[in-house]
């Protein structure tokens, strides 16, 4: 697609439900970046994936967050047992290229609310 | 590590006012990136403008100019003749290696 595409764009759950978070990354893009946003708050990252492989994963809060992109596309993250707060947007960006110059390019995040 | 600040929470200003958003930054890396993002009320972050750490001449786009001064570890951006369609949530943003690092935002509202 044209840009990084995220779904779902709102996801309300239950507390202690299990949660996906689809991002589709700009096509030909091998870096991928996942962030969460609290209200009035800047991104946070969580991880980064660079291909298949999670290069730096420093930035998840606890082992209930996980991301996969088995196939050096599209990735999920995953997110057990949720909590309320958890709630917050999740931001998906991507990145052309094995450089470490280029900007990010961002979706437009999936809403998360945990009740 | 790294870290951004933005200690400007809010600004508001009346229309056709110009306006300096400052940022600063902390990194021990020798080579970085210096970005700028615009966050509209949609949500969306829009890339602005990246600088690289060795070069530190300003740039100016249209209405938009940065300024970064390493010896200061500064990155400010000011936008002349500011409009309503400026108003939004600017983030500054760092990155060494390969993780960006945001600040925490600047809320800019401009008043017709």
């Known amino acids: 697609g044209a840009g990084v595409s995220q779904t779902p764009s709102n996801k309300v759950t239950e507390k202690g439900k299990y949660v996906e978070l689809r991002c589709d990354p700009i096509s030909g893009h091998t870096a991928l970046y996942w962030y969460r946003q609290s209200l009035g708050q800047g991104p946070e990252f969580l991880i980064y994936f660079q291909g298949t492989g999670a290069a730096d994963d420093s930035g998840l809060p606890n082992d209930r967050f996980f991301a996969v992109r088995p196939e050096g596309s599209v990735s999920t993250l995953k997110i057990q047992r949720t909590e309320r707060g958890d709630s917050a947007v999740y931001l998906c960006?991507?990145?052309?290229?094995?450089?470490?110059?280029?900007?990010?390019?961002f979706g437009e995040g999936s809403r998360l609310t945990v009740l | 590590a790294q870290k951004v600040t933005q200690a400007q929470t809010e600004i508001s200003v009346v229309e056709k006012e110009d306006v300096t958003l400052d940022c600063v930054y902390e990194t021990r890396d020798t080579t970085y990136y210096l970005f700028w993002y615009k966050q509209p009320p949609s949500g969306e972050l829009v890339f602005l403008i990246r600088?690289?750490?060795?070069?530190?001449q300003n740039e100016i786009s249209g209405r938009y100019s940065w300024n970064f001064q390493k010896s200061t570890s500064s990155f400010n951006f000011t936008i002349t003749a500011s409009q309503v369609v400026d108003s939004a949530v600017y983030f500054c943003?760092?990155?060494?290696?390969?993780?960006?690092?945001f600040g925490q935002g600047t809320r800019l509202t401009i008043n017709p």
């Open positions: 960006a991507s990145r052309p290229g094995l450089a470490g110059t280029g900007e990010l390019f």
């Open positions: 943003a760092l990155r060494g290696t390969q993780k960006l690092v």
């Open positions: 600088r690289n750490s060795f070069d530190e």
